[in-house]
C-alpha cells in the first residue's frame, strides 16, 4: 500500500513538471481581443482556434471576433468546429458555390444565428430535409423558392400567435409545430444557409400604418431578394403582401426603418420588438432598397377585408365578392386565415367615393354588405360569418 502510495506521489510530481502544452498563435490581433473577452471560456475558443483546419481559419476568426458577449462566455470547441466545416461543407455542394464571395459566405451561410434565438444545431437536422428539396435546383433564388414551398410542411411548423415564444431557434419551432412570422423566417434562412443559399432575416419594428411588426427573408443571388417566410409567391421572389407597406417606410424614423440582420458587428442594433433591452443583434439599414420600389398610387385606397368565423372568433379562408354599384364591375378574392399572418389581409385598390356592395360566402351562410370607399391611406373591413 505504501508503495503504490509512493508510486503515485512520484507519478503526480512528474506531470506537474511537465512543460505545458504550447499552442502557437496564429490568429490576428481582434481574435486576440475577443478572446480576452470570453473569460473562463477563452480555453475553448482557444482550442477551436487550434484544431480548426488552415482552410477554414477565417471562418472560425470571423465568428469569434464577432460573436456577442453571451456567446463568447458559452460557446464550445467542438460544436464550433462541426458547425464550420459543415458549413463549408453545404456551400461545397451547392452548384452555384463558386459564385458566391468570401464576405458573403462569413455573414450569411456560416453564422450559427440570425438573432438571439436558441443557439443549437438545428442546421443538420434542416439538411437532412432540405438537400434532397433542392438536388435539382441550379440557382440560389430556385432553391429558395422550393424550401419556402415545401421545407414547413416537411418538418411540420406552421404560423401561429400561440408558439411559445418570438425568436425561436429551427430545432424549437418543428418541436413545437408553431412559430410566429420570425420563428418561421429563422428556419428559413437556416435551411437556406444548410444547402449554401445565402440568407438573411429582414424586419420592422412597426408599419407607418401602425400595424404591428413584420419579420421576413431576404436571399444572394448576385443581389439581396425578399420573399416572405411560409408565403411563397408564385410569381417567384420580391413580392408578397407586405411589399405595399414596406414601399411606404419611413428612414426618418427609427422605428419604421427596415433592417437586416448581420452577424458581422455594424455598429447598428437590430430592433428585437419582443425585447428591446437586447443591443447585441447587428443589422444593416436596407430602407432605401424597399422605398425606392414604391409605385405612385394614383389616388387609390387600399381596402383590407378580413373575415372572421363568428362562433370561433378566428378568420377564416372564403370567397369574397365585390361589385361597384355604379358600374356593375366585379372584383374577387379569397380572404386569408389563420395561417397567415395576422396582418395579410385580402387587398383591394379602389378609388376613393366608389360604392360596392360586398358578398361573402362561408360554409353554408352568405353575408352581404355595402360600403363606401373613404379617403384614409387604407380602410379595414371585418365581415363576421355565423350564428
Not at 440557382?139 to 411548423?157: D, G, H, Y
Not at 443559399?197 to 439581396?224: C, K, L, S
Request: a neutral charge; one cysteine or more; charged letters at 25%.
Amino acid at each position: 500500500m505504501k508503495a503504490c502510495i509512493l508510486t503515485l506521489i512520484s507519478l503526480l510530481a512528474l506531470l506537474s513538471s511537465a512543460p505545458a502544452i504550447q499552442i502557437e498563435r496564429w490568429w490576428p490581433a481582434a481574435t486576440e481581443t475577443a478572446l480576452n473577452a470570453a473569460g473562463s471560456n477563452r480555453g475553448e475558443l482557444v482550442n477551436a482556434l487550434a484544431r480548426v483546419p488552415a482552410g477554414q481559419r477565417d471562418a472560425m476568426c470571423f465568428l469569434i471576433e464577432n460573436m456577442p458577449p453571451v456567446d463568447l462566455v458559452s460557446m464550445k470547441a467542438d460544436f464550433l468546429l462541426a458547425h464550420v466545416a459543415q458549413a463549408h461543407s453545404d456551400l461545397a455542394s451547392a452548384p452555384w458555390s463558386k459564385q458566391i464571395p468570401r464576405e458573403i459566405f462569413l455573414n450569411d451561410i456560416l453564422p450559427y444565428a440570425s438573432l438571439n434565438e436558441r443557439r443549437d444545431d438545428s442546421r443538420a437536422k434542416l439538411r437532412e430535409v432540405a438537400a434532397p428539396l433542392v438536388k435539382d435546383c441550379t440557382t440560389p433564388s430556385e432553391a429558395a423558392q422550393v424550401l419556402n414551398r415545401s421545407i414547413f410542411k416537411k418538418v411540420n411548423v406552421r404560423y401561429s400567435t400561440k408558439r411559445k415564444k418570438a425568436a425561436q431557434s429551427a430545432m424549437e419551432s418543428m418541436e413545437g409545430g408553431l412559430a410566429s412570422c420570425s420563428g418561421l423566417s429563422i428556419l428559413l434562412v437556416e435551411a437556406c444557409r444548410s444547402v449554401g443559399i445565402p440568407a438573411r432575416v429582414v424586419g420592422t419594428p412597426m408599419w407607418t400604418n401602425m400595424h404591428g411588426n413584420h419579420t421576413w427573408v431576404e436571399i444572394w443571388d448576385g443581389d439581396w431578394h425578399f420573399t416572405g417566410a411560409a408565403e411563397p409567391d408564385a410569381k417567384g421572389l420580391d413580392r408578397g403582401w407586405f411589399k405595399g407597406d414596406a414601399s411606404k417606410a419611413d428612414d426618418t424614423k427609427p422605428e419604421h426603418r427596415i433592417y437586416a440582420s448581420s452577424f458581422k458587428k455594424t455598429g447598428l442594433a437590430f430592433p428585437l420588438v419582443w425585447d428591446l433591452s437586447i443591443q447585441w443583434v447587428p443589422a444593416v439599414n436596407v430602407t432605401a432598397r424597399y422605398t425606392a420600389a414604391a409605385k405612385p398610387d394614383e389616388g387609390k385606397i387600399k381596402v383590407l377585408i378580413r373575415v372572421v368565423d363568428k362562433a370561433g372568433g378566428k378568420r377564416i379562408a372564403a370567397p369574397v365578392f365585390l361589385t361597384n354599384t355604379d358600374s356593375g364591375k366585379i372584383l374577387t378574392g379569397i380572404s386569408t386565415d389563420e395561417a397567415a399572418d395576422h396582418n395579410n389581409l385580402l387587398i383591394f385598390s379602389l378609388l376613393p367615393g366608389e360604392r360596392y356592395r360586398l358578398e361573402v360566402t362561408g360554409k353554408d351562410k352568405t353575408v352581404r354588405s355595402e360600403f363606401t370607399v373613404e379617403k384614409t391611406p387604407e380602410q379595414i373591413i371585418t365581415i363576421h360569418i355565423g350564428e
